[in-house]
């Protein structure tokens, strides 16, 4: 049997330690479809995943929890603009061909959705995952079903980078830092290892409530040692 996480208590939880104590209706949304999607199609596989899985579309949409394009821009144009200004000012040293210039078919291979999706063969391959046609029109990878499709498969798959969930979080290992290779690389790794540790114990309401415990713990060693 499938026990679903106790969502009242997940959203408090993330609220309180990853948004500020507020959230928007878009952020609950988005993190609404990712959720669903996970239990409807891996219902019994490890939460964990699902937790960096979260925390992927925390970073990647600049905590917005919606498909976004690459720099956040709200066209392709302004996109492919600020990627110009960024790349001659030598601020993309690590790009070698500027994916993002238009192809002799007039389409932008720069990132979009809930991992930033880049390049042309990025968008081939997820059109086949998707059974959406991508590459003929790749803003469709800013659509939520498809955008939470491409997050989940793609990270379980290993489709971005060859790493995929179940080659850092596993029975075996626990490692929430190095799982920044299946996006990119290590950038970053830290925060993406705290944020995905935050949501991972707000599905776990027993956890949750241990580190409250202990975080009041320490406040009264503080302030027994300042009224010494």
Do not use: C
């Not at 970073?59 to 960024?86: F, N």
């Not at 081939?124 to 800013?142: H, Q």
């Not at 798959?157 to 060859?162: A, I, R």
């Amino acid at each position: 049997m499938v026990v679903h996480m106790d969502r009242g208590f997940f959203f408090d939880a993330v609220r309180d330690q990853l948004f500020k104590g507020e959230m928007t209706h878009p952020q609950v949304v988005g993190i609404t479809a990712i959720i669903d999607a996970w239990e409807e199609r891996f219902p019994h596989a490890d939460r964990r995943w699902l937790a960096y899985i979260l925390a992927t579309a925390y970073h990647e949409t600049a905590y917005t929890m919606q498909p976004v394009r690459e720099t956040l821009a709200h066209s392709d144009t302004r996109a492919i603009e600020i990627l110009e200004t960024a790349f001659a000012a030598g601020k993309l040293s690590w790009v070698k061909t500027p994916y993002w210039r238009p192809d002799e078919d007039g389409r932008s291979w720069h990132g979009r959705g809930l991992v930033q999706l880049t390049h042309k063969r990025n968008y081939e391959a997820m059109s086949t995952l998707t059974g959406i046609d991508l590459v003929a029109d790749p803003d469709r990878a800013m659509e939520m079903e498809a955008a939470v499709t491409i997050l989940i498969e793609g990270m379980l798959q290993g489709s971005f980078t060859g790493h995929k969930l179940a080659d850092h979080l596993n029975a075996a290992t626990e490692d929430w830092v190095n799982a920044r290779r299946i996006v990119n690389g290590t950038d970053r790794a830290e925060k993406l290892a705290a944020y995905a540790m935050a949501f991972h114990a707000a599905m776990r309401p027993d956890a949750a409530h241990g580190m409250i415990a202990r975080l009041k713990a320490w406040g009264l060693r503080v302030i027994a040692r300042l009224t010494l």
